[in-house]
């Protein structure tokens, strides 16, 4: 398997090159209305409240074009605290990686 397709495959994130390689193209329009309306519905049930949304492309589209898929995100917050926010979290779940896979492995031991 190349490095690019194992890329793909793992969505290998040890850098946001790998995350998005190269130049990212902007989020398509029709995409663009489907998320400001999310948040717009989300601000107006708990105002107050700041809320980020992510949006993957589906593989097969991209695969379609050759290409590494799109990921799209809008957020109501201040850019750096959604980066800390996200840091934060991704810091916090990390360990639940290795819990998820040891919980898989006992699984598959018992069967």
Known sequence: MGEEKRRKLAR????????????????????????????????AQCPGYNF??????PEAAADAEGRLPRFNYMSTADRRD????????????SEGEA?????????????
């Open 99 to 111: 819990i998820d896979a040891a919980i898989k492995g006992e699984a598959q031991g018992h069967g």
């Open 12 to 43: 290998d994130a040890s850098d946001a090159e790998n995350v998005v390689p190269g130049s990212h193209a902007p989020v398509q329009s029709g995409l663009v209305d489907v998320m400001t309306a999310v948040l717009d519905f989300c601000r």
């Open 82 to 93: 959604m980066v800390a926010v996200l840091k934060a979290f991704v810091a916090r779940n």
């Open 52 to 57: 980020t949304l992510f949006a993957a492309e």
